[in-house]
């Protein structure tokens, strides 16, 4: 008898829950509501070497009619390597036709990366290439990003004029406050092209006294390069830890760019637990697609 939406729903949920409580902080809900979450696999937990990103999307139809929509993301995993690791994906999911498999897939992959270590293959050099583009950048790196399929994505870009001089400010937008247990979330957004506008938008932010104030203010920009078609990218977690780098994660799921989000903390006394990250990024996603 093929399995009632009903069911197919509560298998997703106790898959979901499992696997939280399996991965930890490793297992990250980037998007409730359109099921899509992220976990990060490494080959030992003390000093891994290699470290590959697995992203899902959960179909309505999975895990009885189909299977989960899913990215491998790793700056060393090309060609042969990704075929491979892609196959025995594949046939994971058919000899286990009907029934939940994100854990069988974690662990294969997590097999091939023990594996990779204890071969004589080189360390994957994953070094990020800086490139000065201001005298003053910091830590900006330049990532080569491979978009997710493009037609789930909406395409959010904001296209700001050439002529527009770096040090001009530009408009910040304001979203909807989220308050859960007396912790208050709030994002801005404001459309950027230059690493010296991200820094004006910050300084304008904080000196609005409220958002000075704040626990945390937690950012993450992508300017896409023309140029070089890569994107110059980055975040901050500002004390909340491993904040910045899902926001990041978000944005570049979204496939957004020329655009920084800062999302603004008050915490108000009361542990949220992983409840934070999905405060953060719901409030960044609903002021990205307003």
């Given at each position: 008898m093929a399995a009632s939406d009903t069911e197919r729903a509560q298998q997703q949920i106790d898959e979901i829950e499992a696997l939280s409580s399996i991965y930890g902080d490793d297992w990250c809900v980037v998007d409730e509501d359109e099921k899509i979450y992220c976990i990060k696999i490494s080959d030992c937990l003390d000093q891994p070497k290699w470290t590959l990103c697995l992203q899902v999307i959960l179909p309505p139809g999975y895990p009885a009619a189909e299977p989960p929509i899913y990215q491998l993301n790793a700056p060393w995993l090309r060609g042969q390597d990704y075929t491979e690791l892609a196959n025995?994906?594949?046939?994971?999911?058919?000899?286990?036709?009907?029934?939940s498999i994100l854990y069988l897939w974690v662990e294969?992959?997590?097999?091939?990366?023990?594996?990779?270590?204890?071969?004589?293959?080189?360390?994957?050099?994953?070094?990020?290439?800086?490139?000065e583009v201001d005298e003053d950048d910091g830590d900006d790196f330049l990532l080569?990003?491979?978009?997710?399929?493009?037609?789930?994505?909406?395409?959010?870009?904001?296209?700001?004029?050439?002529?527009?001089?770096?040090?001009?400010?530009?408009?910040?937008?304001?979203?909807?406050?989220?308050?859960?247990?007396?912790?208050?979330?709030?994002?801005?957004?404001?459309?950027?092209?230059t690493v010296r506008q991200v820094k004006r938008v910050l300084e304008k932010l904080y000196e609005n006294k409220k958002i000075a104030s704040a626990t945390h203010n937690i950012y993450a920009y992508r300017i896409y390069c023309e140029d070089k078609q890569t994107f110059l990218q980055d975040c901050e977690d500002d004390g909340e830890t491993a904040a910045g780098g899902r926001l990041l994660h978000l944005m570049q799921i979204l496939n957004v760019h020329n655009v920084l989000v800062v999302v603004s903390r008050w915490y108000g006394g009361i542990l949220l637990g992983p409840d934070r990250f999905k405060h953060?990024?719901?409030c960044a996603r609903n002021v990205l697609v307003e």
């Amino acid at each position: 008898m093929a399995a009632s939406d009903t069911e197919r729903a509560q298998q997703q949920i106790d898959e979901i829950e499992a696997l939280s409580s399996i991965y930890g902080d490793d297992w990250c809900v980037v998007d409730e509501d359109e099921k899509i979450y992220c976990i990060k696999i490494s080959d030992c937990l003390d000093q891994p070497k290699w470290t590959l990103c697995l992203q899902v999307i959960l179909p309505p139809g999975y895990p009885a009619a189909e299977p989960p929509i899913y990215q491998l993301n790793a700056p060393w995993l090309r060609g042969q390597d990704y075929t491979e690791l892609a196959n025995s994906l594949e046939e994971i999911y058919v000899q286990n036709l009907g029934e939940s498999i994100l854990y069988l897939w974690v662990e294969k992959i997590r097999e091939v990366l023990v594996e990779k270590a204890q071969s004589s293959d080189p360390e994957p050099d994953i070094k990020k290439t800086t490139e000065e583009v201001d005298e003053d950048d910091g830590d900006d790196f330049l990532l080569d990003y491979q978009p997710i399929q493009e037609d789930q994505i909406k395409m959010l870009n904001y296209v700001t004029p050439e002529s527009q001089e770096d040090e001009e400010l530009p408009p910040i937008h304001h979203g909807n406050p989220i308050t859960d247990r007396r912790s208050t979330f709030q994002a801005h957004l404001a459309p950027v092209v230059t690493v010296r506008q991200v820094k004006r938008v910050l300084e304008k932010l904080y000196e609005n006294k409220k958002i000075a104030s704040a626990t945390h203010n937690i950012y993450a920009y992508r300017i896409y390069c023309e140029d070089k078609q890569t994107f110059l990218q980055d975040c901050e977690d500002d004390g909340e830890t491993a904040a910045g780098g899902r926001l990041l994660h978000l944005m570049q799921i979204l496939n957004v760019h020329n655009v920084l989000v800062v999302v603004s903390r008050w915490y108000g006394g009361i542990l949220l637990g992983p409840d934070r990250f999905k405060h953060i990024n719901n409030c960044a996603r609903n002021v990205l697609v307003e």
